[in-house]
């Protein structure tokens, strides 16, 4: 086995159990929104919750709220809660700070005692944030077809295939994105949890940023130098398309930090 296939093959080793086992959670989370809005579908209850709805709360909320408040907005819940969102791009960032972590306890040095180029250390970095970001995604449109195919009470309008795969692209776009920029902090760290601290203060600075912009005027100025601003599930619930501009935005960002990644990991001192 040649030497990037081999350090490949390690890194996806090391974090199967976290993949699968994420992966395993959102399939059966799925399928829990799906007996969820069945349950709420036969009782009626949409149409009473829409029916007390006051005027002006419709108003403020737009259509988002009609469309959040049926059988398809339920079993879409999970592309967007935030605790969804939160803990995949946890993952992403965990998964990209790994060179930090082999950089921390020594392994890089037995690595390149091999005859492997540098830029294999971040370019299997990449490779492995991508196949986790397909197979835990992947899983999660799985459980929500499961769930429809199996247990969706009849008369029930689903979701469109055009609107899951959608919502899984942006979620994964905002994986990506995350991964990038903690994958370019981790090849110039030489700690982990130091890599991880400053993505995590990073990205909650940036979802803050994003939520006062929505909600406070003068804010909003600044509010597109968060990603989270690229990121507009609710927009693909009430019948949008994926905005080209987020596409090339969060893309951009993920593209940028992959190749300042590989460009400072390729300068720096790894002695210890």
Request: proline share 4%; aromatic share 6%; with cysteine.
């Given at each position: 086995m040649s030497g990037p296939i081999f350090l490949?093959?390690?890194?996806?080793?090391?974090?199967r159990t976290l993949v699968l086992s994420m992966g395993a959670l959102l399939c059966a989370f799925q399928i829990l929104?799906?007996?969820?809005?069945?349950?709420?579908?036969r009782s009626g209850a949409f149409q009473q919750l829409s029916a007390l709805l006051p005027p002006f709360a419709r108003e403020m909320m737009g259509p988002s709220i009609a469309m959040f408040m049926s059988f398809a907005g339920i079993v879409c819940l999970g592309y967007f809660h935030v605790a969804v969102m939160g803990s995949l791009v946890g993952l992403s960032v965990a998964i990209?700070?790994?060179?930090?972590?082999?950089?921390?306890?020594?392994?890089?040095?037995?690595?390149?005692?091999?005859?492997l180029a540098r830029h294999w250390i971040i370019t299997r970095s990449i490779v492995?944030?991508?196949?986790?970001?397909?197979?835990?995604?992947?899983?999660?449109?799985?459980?929500?077809?499961?769930?429809?195919?199996?247990l969706a009470p009849k008369g029930a309008a689903w979701p469109s295939a055009d609107l899951i795969l959608s919502l899984a692209?942006?979620?994964?776009?905002?994986?990506?994105?995350w991964s990038g920029v903690a994958l370019a902090i981790a090849s110039a760290a030489r700690r982990r949890s130091v890599a991880g601290a400053s993505v995590a203060v990073l990205?909650?600075?940036s979802f803050l940023?994003?939520?006062?912009?929505?909600?406070?005027?003068?804010?909003?100025?600044?509010?597109?130098?968060?990603?989270f601003r690229y990121y507009s599930p609710m927009d693909l619930v009430i019948g949008g398309r994926?905005?080209?501009?987020?596409?090339?935005?969060?893309?951009?960002?993920?593209?940028?930090?992959?190749?300042?990644?590989?460009?400072?990991?390729?300068?720096?001192?790894?002695?210890?």
């Open positions: 490949l093959a390690h890194s996806l080793k090391r974090m929104m799906v007996v969820v809005a069945g349950s709420i579908q990209a700070t790994v060179p930090a972590s082999e950089v921390e306890t020594g392994f890089i040095d037995l690595i390149l005692s091999r005859p492995a944030g991508i196949l986790a970001i397909a197979v835990v995604l992947g899983l999660m449109m799985l459980g929500t077809w499961m769930g429809l195919a199996m692209m942006n979620l994964g776009l905002l994986m990506l994105c990205a909650l600075a940023l994003d939520y006062v912009g929505r909600l406070w005027r003068p804010a909003e100025s600044a509010a597109w130098l968060s990603p994926l905005p080209l501009k987020n596409v090339a935005v969060l893309g951009g960002i993920a593209m940028a930090g992959f190749l300042a990644a590989q460009l400072l990991f390729s300068r720096r001192d790894i002695s210890h």
